[in-house]
């Protein structure tokens, strides 16, 4: 009795393999056939059998699972996710398999990924980056590409994720880069690799080759780790992240400013001016740290100090509009306690003497303003505000200006 037993048992476990087998097979086809739905449909009536099969078997299940699920590149974000974890329980014989089916999700993700980048769906690009990266965890580059290009659309959640396993992988993106000076021009020019760099050198187009490294992308994380934590109001997280950066890259000038504008940002305008001062102890001749200077100054009520930062930036950028316009506005600024002191005095000699006084005070700082706000329409002619100041500042000082001033108005659409 025991061993018919034995020999039942024996012959329903050989059945249920050779369902096993045939339901695989099935999904196998259908996988050939392009039908992946019904595929995936023959592949979740085998999962409950899992644990009972061998080893080879759980293989090829895991392999067809991740086949199914990736539907030849067809698959949404949250199947190629299952796609990619099945592909992880794949071993044995057939590792082959799983790593030709991950070189074909890659490239095919890669071409996605530059595709969307260069329609300027960069939502869609990061995605697919992320996606590279997964199939291929080395390639760490891919996952920096996800990250940058989810902070470029906003995706602040998502690339916070990203960012901060960029960060514990100690990513620094540093590469090599193979390089040779062209003959005939004279220009450094960087090639594919170092094989191709030294044909070229051979065929004498090329001279002095060698090579060199690209600078640290760890700065440039962590500042955006940074900013993000700004943006969603966790200002501890956001000082931790600067201040890692600014010990790992002290002479990076970018990340001073960086942080400086954080402090800004955060209502630390002591810490700000401080850093900023620093900024531009090492780069005298950066107009954008003077305009920086010259906000903080003004908003402090340093005037004189104001002035003097946007005087020194528009000297070192002529262009530079906001110092301009910032100029402008704080001078005329001053116009409010004259009025106010002219509105109040009453019609005695001594009144109307110091009446004259005021209303010549007026003019000269509508005269010290002039040229400022041309500055402006110079850089920026379509500046409807600076142009209708400046017209009635033409008109209030007399000046000859005031009517083709007046018509440049109009021209803009203003009254």
């Known amino acids: ?137 080395q390639d760490t580059l891919y996952l920096y590409y996800a990250a940058a290009t989810a902070t470029g659309v906003q995706e602040y959640d998502r690339a916070l994720v990203l960012y901060e396993e960029l960060e514990e992988l100690n990513y620094t993106g540093i590469e090599t880069e193979y390089i040779a000076v062209n003959k005939e021009t004279g220009v450094i020019e960087v090639f594919q690799s170092k094989n191709i760099r030294d044909i070229s050198v051979k065929g004498g187009d090329f001279v002095k080759p060698s090579k060199r490294h690209t600078e640290s992308k760890k700065a440039e994380i962590v500042k955006n780790m940074a900013l993000i934590y700004t943006n969603k109001g966790d200002n501890e997280q956001a000082l931790i992240a600067m201040t890692k950066a600014r010990e790992a890259n002290p002479d990076d000038l970018n990340l001073l400013i960086s942080q400086a504008n954080l402090y800004y940002k955060l209502g630390d305008t002591e810490k700000f001016k401080e850093l900023l001062t620093i900024a531009t102890e090492r780069d005298p001749n950066n107009a954008e740290l003077q305009f920086n200077l010259g906000v903080m100054s003004q908003d402090s009520g340093d005037i004189e100090s104001a002035k003097k930062y946007y005087d020194r930036a528009i000297v070192l950028d002529p262009t530079d509009v906001n110092s301009k316009i910032n100029m402008a506005s704080m001078i005329l600024n001053q116009e409010k306690a004259l009025i106010q002191e002219m509105n109040g005095l009453g019609s005695s000699s001594a009144d109307n003497k110091r009446y004259d006084e005021l209303k010549l005070q007026r003019s000269e700082i509508y005269k010290s303003v002039i040229p400022y706000l041309e500055g402006v329409l110079v850089t920026d002619p379509a500046n409807i505000e600076a142009a209708t100041t400046l017209m009635n500042i033409y008109s209030a000082t007399g000046d000859d200006k005031y009517k083709a001033m007046k018509a440049t108005v109009e021209s803009l659409g203003g009254n």
Do not use: C, H, W
């Not at 699920?69 to 794949?90: C, E, F, I, P, T």
């Open 1 to 137: 009795m025991k061993k018919q037993f034995i020999v039942a048992l024996a012959i329903m476990v050989t059945a249920f393999s050779f369902a096993q087998k045939k339901e695989l097979k099935s999904a196998e086809k259908a996988i050939k056939d392009s039908n992946y739905a019904e595929a995936k449909s023959l592949l979740t009536q085998v999962e409950p059998m899992l644990s009972s099969m061998n080893e080879d078997l759980k293989a090829q299940y895991y392999l067809l699972n991740a086949k199914a699920l990736y539907a030849n590149g067809s698959a949404n974000n949250d199947d190629v996710a299952k796609a990619l974890k099945s592909l992880g329980l794949v071993q044995g014989d057939l590792e082959v398999e799983n790593q030709e089916l991950r070189n074909t999700m890659l490239q095919s993700f890669v071409k996605k990924g530059n595709d969307a980048y260069e329609s300027n769906d960069f939502s869609l690009s990061s995605k697919n980056f992320e996606n590279a990266y997964r199939v291929s965890p």
